[in-house]
C-alpha cells in the first residue's frame, strides 16, 4: 500500500554534494514523520536525519552543519541535501515513512565518497 523510493545516490569525490531524493506514495504524505538512515558496510544503521509532520528537524552528530533534510508535502517527497561530504558517509541510504511503530522502508541508495 504504502510505498518508499530513495533516488539520487552515486559517486562524489570528498568535499563534494549530492541531494537524494525520497518519493512516497499510497498514504497522506503530510502526517509521516520521514527519516533517513544510512548503513556503512560492517556497521549498523543509523539514524542521518528526521523531520516531522510540522517540520521540526533532527540530526546526527556527524552530520551537523553538513546535511540538510526538508519535504515538500504537495510532490510527497523528502530530500537529503548533503554536502562536504566525507569518505566515512559511504553507505547505503534509506528512507523511512514512520507513524509510531509501523514503518515503510525504501530500498535504499548507494553514496560512495571516494577520490
Known amino acids: 500500500q504504502v510505498q518508499v523510493v530513495e533516488s539520487g545516490g552515486g559517486l562524489v569525490q570528498p568535499g563534494g554534494s549530492l541531494r537524494l531524493s525520497c518519493a512516497a506514495s499510497g498514504t497522506i504524505f503530510s502526517i509521516y514523520v520521514m527519516e533517513w538512515y544510512r548503513q556503512a558496510p560492517g556497521k549498523q544503521r543509523e539514524l542521518v536525519a528526521a523531520i516531522t509532520s510540522d517540520g521540526s528537524t533532527n540530526y546526527a552528530d556527524s552530520v551537523k552543519g553538513r546535511f540538510t533534510i526538508s519535504r515538500d508535502n504537495a510532490k510527497n517527497t523528502v530530500y537529503l541535501q548533503m554536502n562536504s561530504l566525507k569518505p566515512e558517509d559511504t553507505a547505503v541510504y534509506y528512507c523511512?515513512?514512520?507513524?509510531?511503530?509501523?514503518?515503510?522502508w525504501g530500498q535504499g541508495t548507494q553514496v560512495t565518497v571516494s577520490s
Open positions: 523511512n515513512a514512520r507513524i509510531a511503530i509501523m514503518s515503510h
